[in-house]
């Protein structure tokens, strides 16, 4: 089992900064990736940022790209998830999730944190 925990969100306004944060426990040798994922009211939870935890590459939803960066500290197994020139349309609450890998080339997101809101006021 790997349990996880956000931190970082918040109210700001539109053109703002917010920085999350997610540290896993528990299993953490078995997590393959890492990733964000935002649920907007009404509805539902997409990606925003994965990074894979050993070799540091990352991938980013359109709606973000050059806007926000994903970035892990894997001796704590730490996902900072920078968001820079925030829209009203970032809002939602923020999920952090561990992907494992089935040696098959398939990547699931099984744990979850529970999450942390974030409010962007234009």
């Known amino acids: 089992q790997v349990q996880l925990v956000e931190s970082g969100g918040g109210l700001a306004q539109t053109n703002a900064s917010l920085r999350l944060f997610c540290t896993a426990s528990g299993r953490t040798v078995s997590m393959h990736s890492m990733g964000w994922f935002r649920q907007a009211p009404g509805k539902a939870r997409v990606l925003v940022a994965r990074i894979t935890l050993s070799s540091g590459s990352t991938t980013y939803s359109d709606s973000v790209k050059g806007r926000c960066t994903i970035s892990r500290d894997k001796a704590k197994i730490t996902v900072t998830l920078q968001m820079n020139w925030l829209k009203p349309e970032d809002a939602g609450i923020y999920y952090c999730?561990?992907?494992?890998?089935?040696?098959?080339?398939?990547?699931?997101?099984?744990?979850w944190g529970p999450g942390t809101q974030v409010t962007v006021s234009s």
């Open positions: 999730a561990a992907g494992i890998a089935d040696g098959r080339g398939s990547l699931s997101f099984p744990y």
